[in-house]
């Protein structure tokens, strides 16, 4: 049985994808390539969940477990999903809403097939992009545009995730 790899920097990782392969090395059992596919997969469906999250919170206008100033729509739980990756499926949760007005932009109804647009989200985050960087790609990625406010929702989703 090989030891788990170890990222050998002789500085601590300056850039944010180096930040993050170490964080992956730190936390993950990772001896082969295939481990390393896995973890991507983890991670992929982890940051489209939190995309989503943020979609659903900036459509209700309010947070999990807040109650709406009007008390109309509300959150209704998740359904199922699994996507196509160049790493193989990934099995996701999308938020669903009561009045199911919900109509995701990041990954749509229907939509199955995200190989073309992984690289691009990730990259989003392993360069810290700004949110008008980040704004740009989408509207590039998926020819729609969203409002900074959005994004930031959205951005913040993700980053409670990956921080935890």
Not at 117 to 134: F, T
């Amino acid at each position: 049985m090989s030891p788990p790899l170890q990222y050998i920097h002789k500085t601590p990782p300056t850039t944010p994808g180096e930040q993050i392969a170490q964080q992956i090395l730190d936390n993950y059992d990772i001896k082969s390539a295939e481990d390393v596919q896995d973890v991507l997969k983890q991670i992929f469906a982890t940051i489209f969940e939190s995309m989503l999250k943020g979609e659903m919170e900036n459509h209700l206008g309010h947070k999990n477990h807040e109650r709406s100033e009007d008390g109309g729509n509300v959150r209704n739980g998740y359904s199922s999903k699994r996507l196509k990756t160049s790493l193989g499926e990934v099995p996701i949760r999308v938020p669903r809403d009561r009045q199911s007005t919900f109509e995701p932009q990041i990954i749509k109804k229907h939509q199955r097939d995200v190989s073309s647009i992984e690289g691009k989200v990730l990259a989003m985050y392993a360069r810290g992009m700004s949110q008008r960087d980040i704004a740009a790609t989408i509207e590039d990625i998926y020819g729609f545009q969203m409002s900074h406010e959005q994004i930031s929702t959205i951005t913040d989703c993700v980053t409670e995730e990956v921080e935890a």
